[in-house]
């Protein structure tokens, strides 16, 4: 089943913070994040496991409530490269299909 | 070297037609997938394969067949394609579901 993603557009200036939400009606073994820009693959950011840690990558963080099946990622002090799509993928079970949200379009300004 | 390598990166045929995209993949990976990303930049799963065993077939139609000759590849076989077949086709492979998936650089499939 697909994860729900929100907000669907965030748009931003320069050295402004956002969030993305994800969340799921089923329990989660792992979330996962990438970010796809115009014209090419997704690229990972990201995996949390269940347990509800959270996790950094440069500006870039994320978190994982496990008892509400909702995953958060954070983004700090944006800059130009932080435009594109960022795509929320969850996996049910150990050894199921990454499936993945709809997807969120960041633009940032200068 | 390319981690996850398809071919052809541009296809544009008639409707009705047959057409293959072949995905590699050198990482060693157990896992790869098919996605489809659409017009509004959906990406939808279409096959799973790990250690060349179908684990999940998404609701499509059965047009579409994966064909996996060893742990390295996965094919992608569509008959009589449709106009809502145009798409960007993704390969991925990963080494289990609930870890780092590596992407192809897309084919970009277009019918007329």
């Known amino acids: 089943q697909q994860p729900v993603q929100s907000p669907q557009a965030v748009i931003l200036r320069e050295g402004e913070d956002a969030v993305i939400n994800c969340s799921s009606s089923k329990a989660l073994y792992s979330v996962h994040w990438y970010r796809q820009k115009h014209g090419e693959a997704p690229v990972f950011l990201m995996i949390l496991l269940k347990g509800g840690e959270q996790k950094g990558h440069e500006k870039i963080s994320a978190s994982f409530n496990e008892k509400k099946q909702q995953s958060s990622l954070y983004l700090t002090a944006s800059q130009l490269s932080y435009s594109g799509t960022y795509f929320c993928?969850?996996?049910?079970?150990?050894?199921?299909?990454?499936?993945f949200g709809k997807g969120t379009t960041l633009s940032v300004s200068s | 070297d390319t981690a996850v390598s398809q071919t052809p990166k541009y296809l544009v045929t008639q409707m009705g037609n047959d057409k293959s995209i072949k995905c590699e993949q050198n990482l060693g990976h157990d896992t790869m997938y098919w996605y489809k990303q659409d017009s509004k930049k959906f990406l939808k799963i279409m096959f799973s394969y790990n250690n060349k065993e179908l684990i999940i077939n998404e609701t499509v139609p059965n047009r579409f067949s994966p064909k996996s000759p060893d742990k390295a590849h996965l094919n992608l076989h569509i008959n009589s394609l449709e106009l809502g077949d145009s798409a960007v086709y993704f390969c991925?492979?990963?080494?289990?579901?609930?870890?780092?998936?590596?992407f192809g650089q897309g084919t970009r499939l277009t019918v007329v």
């Open positions: 991925a492979s990963s080494q289990r579901s609930a870890a780092e998936a590596f």
């Open positions: 993928g969850t996996v049910r079970q150990a050894g199921t299909a990454l499936i």
